[in-house]
């Protein structure tokens, strides 16, 4: 039998973001990221492929802090919503990143009425 390796494991903020991002657009009432910046008073909504600049990872040392910026569905509780999403990310990150997540702050840019 081997030997287990001994060693530290480094994950980026973009690849914490980029789980951030997936887990917040999982959740019911999301409609998409968005930019943190509003322009002209509205939000600018981002693709797939832009989902961690909707996405703000700080860190202190131990833990990691998210801002998530998201468009949301009109007529849904936002409070409730925000909730979910944020225990979404922290579980998420934590299984898949086993990084402990300290806080989550949803900051909603904008409503959108889904057809």
Known sequence: M?????????I???V???????AAL??????????????????QMLSQEKLRKGVRVTSDG???????????????NLAEVAHNMSE????LVGCNAEVRVDAVHVH???LKVRK
Do not use: H, W
Request: charged share 15%.
């Open 12 to 14: 980026g903020n973009d």
């Open 108 to 110: 909603v840019q904008g």
């Open 88 to 91: 979404r990310v922290k579980y």
């Open 2 to 10: 081997s030997a287990p390796a001994t060693g530290t494991i480094q």
């Open 62 to 76: 131990e833990g990691v802090v998210f801002d998530l910026y998201v468009v949301a569905e009109y007529g849904t």
């Open 16 to 22: 914490l973001a980029d789980i951030a991002g997936f």
């Open 26 to 43: 999982e959740c019911y009432g999301i409609v998409a990221m968005a930019s943190p910046t509003l322009r002209d008073g509205v939000a």
